[in-house]
């Protein structure tokens, strides 16, 4: 599709190291008798995420994170990254791979921009977003005395309080929204 590879060129102009392969796609998802969730996915093209308007309800998991004091980790997501480039979000996020459960993907999200290990990890929500993006959000909190280390998606970042209403002015209404509903 000729709008995912001109998404992929304008990454690559902005000095992104973004690269297309491949990602998941829900096809069904039911709830399980023991009230977990199953959901079928099968592999579609992960430039298909950036198509403006439509992406094709591929997977991404979001993984809020909170430290063992109620602490909410933020981050600033680095300029060349292909969502949210230069504004604050909770915890670590990506696209779920093929083969990969959404879950699984809120910890290895979670190592991989963090390096850091969770003591407890929940699923929270499937929400479609309006431009048919579905994200697995999870809640992940870390032990006392854990240290988080940015990668490189981050150019900075916080410990912003557990009280939401005491959070800095860079925390924007959608992320106070969220948090309000995870709290």
């Known amino acids: ?13 902005r000095g992104s190291p973004s690269h297309d392969g491949v990602a998941a796609r829900l ?13 079928e996915l099968q592999p579609l093209r992960w430039a298909l995420r950036l198509v403006e308007g439509d992406a094709s309800l591929s997977v991404a998991a979001l993984c809020v994170t909170r430290d063992s004091e109620g602490r909410w980790l933020a981050g600033r997501r680095a300029a060349w990254l292909s969502s949210w480039a230069g504004r604050w979000a909770l915890g670590a996020g990506g696209a779920v791979d093929p083969g990969e459960s959404p879950f699984d993907t809120l910890t290895r999200e979670l190592r991989e921009e963090w390096s850091v290990e969770a003591e407890r990890v929940q699923g929270e929500a ?6 048919r ?30 009280d939401i209403d005491a959070w800095p002015a860079e925390a924007d209404d959608v992320l106070r929204r969220m948090a309000r509903l995870l709290a």
Request: aromatic share 10%; charged share 25%.
């Open 1 to 13: 599709m000729q709008a995912a590879d001109d998404a992929i060129r304008a990454l690559r102009d």
């Open 126 to 131: 499937l929400v479609r977003l309006p431009h």
């Open 27 to 39: 096809v069904d998802w039911r709830e399980t008798t023991d009230g977990g969730l199953h959901v």
């Open 133 to 162: 993006m579905i994200m697995f959000v999870g809640q992940a909190w870390l032990p006392q005395g854990a240290e988080v280390v940015p990668d490189d998606e981050h150019d900075a970042y916080a410990w912003w309080p557990a």
